[in-house]
Nanobody, 131 residues
Framework: QVQLVESGGGSVRAGGSLRLSCAAS????????MGWFRQAPGKEREGVAT???????SYAVSVKGRFTISKDNAKNTLYLQMNGLKPEDTANYYC?????????????????????????WGQGTQVTVSS
């Protein structure tokens, strides 16, 4: 059974940093597209960043240059390093995985990436940024 468990959320002041982790189990880590999504109160869930099996990445415009998605295959763990946090980054952050992968993983605006492309989701971790 595939399981994704996020951690690392918390409360920080604007300009601060956090690193989110997503521990994955139950599948072969190398065959996938993985991503981070976020959902703020009253808003739809939106894509933040994706990474394909070869480590290539794609980002939403609002986080490019501030956030970095990465993975450690040996640990089966996905990361999201978030620097220069802003109050508008406040949201519940989710990791997601698709076991098939494909060119779609890096294509198109992350903000409107379809949630249905991903088969598995974590439970989310809250990030709160105060001004």
């Amino acid at each position: 059974q595939v399981q994704l468990v996020e951690s690392g959320g918390g409360s920080v002041r604007a300009g601060g940093s956090l690193r989110l982790s997503c521990a994955a189990s139950g599948y072969t880590y190398s065959s996938y597209c993985m991503g981070w999504f976020r959902q703020a109160p009253g808003k739809e869930r939106e894509g933040v960043a994706t990474i394909d099996r070869d480590g290539r990445t794609s980002y939403a415009v609002s986080v490019k240059g501030r956030f970095t998605i990465s993975k450690d295959n040996a640990k089966n763990t996905l990361y999201l390093q978030m620097n220069g946090l802003k109050p508008e980054d406040t949201a519940n952050y989710y990791c997601a995985a698709d076991l098939r992968g494909g060119s779609w993983c890096l294509e198109g605006p992350k903000e409107i990436m379809s949630l249905t492309l991903f088969d598995y989701w974590g439970q989310g971790t809250q990030v709160t940024v105060s001004s």
